[in-house]
């Protein structure tokens, strides 16, 4: 309960916090750097309160957040579906075929397993995700070294942002749902 507590401690700077994160991320992290730390939760601490907040409302088991998507394809890619036929072609090696395949699963009548194994995989997706990002910025920014602890604090305000945004969307559709 102590560790949860430190972690998740209520006073002015959490208000602070995600009132910035929520209208100006970017700010956050020049706030951070201009050296007026105090006024706001340390980034690594807000990053794991609101990814352990997402993975709790978007874990296994959860319902579903959304309908259906529609995304408009990348230049020079085509996306075509039709009732019984799928043709996906985005040119990115053998993408294509796994596309292919996949969208012929849906349109057997597979889609409800591909959701539901998108949905509990997203989380740990993201997650994974900012380590690798982290140990990519890394290669890059070897030198100066400052420059890659700017870009991994902005990273981590960036993710925190996301999931305060899919928490909100979350929370959104349960209240519209119910």
Request: glycine share 10%.
């Amino acid at each position: 309960q102590d560790g949860w507590h430190t972690l998740t401690h209520l006073d002015g700077r959490f208000w602070r916090t995600f009132g910035a994160l929520l209208l100006r991320p970017g700010h956050l992290t020049a706030e951070y750097f201009a050296g007026r730390r105090q006024r706001y939760l340390p980034p690594v601490r807000l990053y794991l309160v609101l990814s352990v907040l997402f993975f709790s409302l978007a874990g296994p088991g959860s319902p579903p957040t959304a309908g259906p998507v529609s995304a408009t394809p990348p230049p020079g890619g085509a996306v075509e579906v039709e009732v019984g036929r799928c043709e996906l072609r985005l040119g990115i090696g053998g993408l294509d075929g796994a596309l292919q395949r996949g969208c012929q699963r849906v349109l057997q009548g597979d889609s409800r397993a591909l959701s539901a194994a998108l949905r509990d995989n997203i989380p740990r997706m993201m997650f994974v995700f900012l380590p690798l990002l982290a140990a990519a910025m890394l290669l890059l920014y070897w030198r100066p070294r400052r420059l890659y602890l700017e870009h991994l604090v902005f990273g981590l305000h960036n993710h925190a942002a996301l999931f305060l945004a899919f928490i909100t969307l979350i929370v959104g559709f349960s209240v519209i749902a119910t």
